[in-house]
């Protein structure tokens, strides 16, 4: 069983970037599953599933974890579906066909992983921070956007490259200066934010 696990995962990696769907990279994924074990993360919200590759990743880290995903693209969400299935782990995961924005979720997290649209990073946390448990965490993903956030402006000759990258500093800034959490950005991967509630 391990054996075709892998096989699969490599099957998504490769299915990825043919589609040219962008999924989470290596280092930042290792990042990512590290810190669920560690903090003995259990019931986790993830904001952008695209073809399940870290939505499966995550739930693997332990037999307990239950994690809910919201993606907005069917043909992603239903790749996903179909991953999922093959992972046998139907019971512990959870898929949601919507947009982010305009789906209301019930109960509270341990973690809540942002991995979607960039632009919306600010209304995303915003949204979502109150179905955060009182010890709980959000990570998000591509802090660096393939280096181009460190990157003066004007070296981006693309117009919506520039409006994006704009879209990050925005976030990073309101993470930085938010009143109830302390963040941490990591040169892990493409660049993965930790933000915790701060203490009372």
Same mark, same amino acid.
């Given at each position: 069983?391990?054996?075709?696990?892998?096989?699969?995962?490599?099957?998504?990696?490769?299915?990825?970037?043919?589609?040219?769907?962008?999924?989470?990279?290596?280092?930042?994924? $290792?990042?990512? +599953?590290?810190?669920?074990? !560690?903090?003995?993360?259990?019931? &986790?919200?993830?904001? *952008?599933? #695209?073809?399940?590759?870290? @939505?499966?990743?995550?739930?693997?880290?332990?037999?307990?974890?239950?994690?809910?995903?919201?993606?907005?693209?069917?043909?992603?969400?239903?790749?996903?579906?179909?991953?999922?299935? !093959?992972?046998?782990?139907?019971?512990?995961? @959870?898929? &949601?066909?919507? $947009?982010?924005?305009? @789906?209301?979720?019930?109960?509270?997290? $341990?973690?809540?992983?942002?991995?979607?649209?960039?632009?919306?990073?600010?209304?995303?946390?915003?949204?979502?921070?109150?179905?955060?448990?009182?010890?709980?965490? &959000?990570? +998000?993903?591509?802090?660096?956007?393939?280096?181009?956030?460190?990157?003066?402006?004007?070296?981006?000759?693309?117009?919506?490259?520039?409006?994006?990258?704009? !879209?990050?500093?925005?976030?990073?800034?309101?993470?930085?200066?938010?009143? $109830?959490?302390?963040?941490?950005?990591?040169?892990? *991967?493409?660049?993965? #934010?930790?933000?915790?509630?701060?203490?009372?």
């Amino acid at each position: 069983m391990v054996g075709e696990y892998y096989q699969y995962l490599r099957e998504m990696k490769q299915y990825a970037e043919t589609e040219k769907i962008p999924i989470m990279q290596e280092e930042g994924l $290792d990042f990512l +599953t590290t810190f669920i074990i !560690k903090h003995q993360i259990r019931n &986790i919200l993830e904001i *952008g599933t #695209a073809i399940g590759y870290s @939505t499966i990743m995550m739930a693997l880290c332990h037999k307990e974890i239950r994690v809910t995903s919201i993606e907005r693209d069917e043909t992603r969400y239903l790749e996903a579906l179909k991953n999922v299935k !093959k992972f046998h782990l139907e019971d512990r995961i @959870t898929l &949601i066909f919507n $947009d982010a924005l305009e @789906t209301k979720i019930e109960g509270t997290f $341990d973690l809540i992983f942002i991995d979607a649209a960039k632009a919306q990073d600010i209304k995303f946390f915003q949204l979502f921070s109150k179905n955060l448990a009182e010890k709980g965490y &959000i990570i +998000t993903d591509n802090m660096y956007f393939h280096g181009l956030v460190e990157k003066n402006e004007k070296e981006i000759k693309s117009h919506n490259l520039r409006g994006l990258v704009r !879209k990050i500093k925005e976030y990073i800034a309101f993470l930085n200066n938010h009143p $109830d959490f302390n963040t941490v950005i990591y040169r892990v *991967g493409d660049g993965v #934010a930790v933000s915790e509630r701060k203490a009372l």
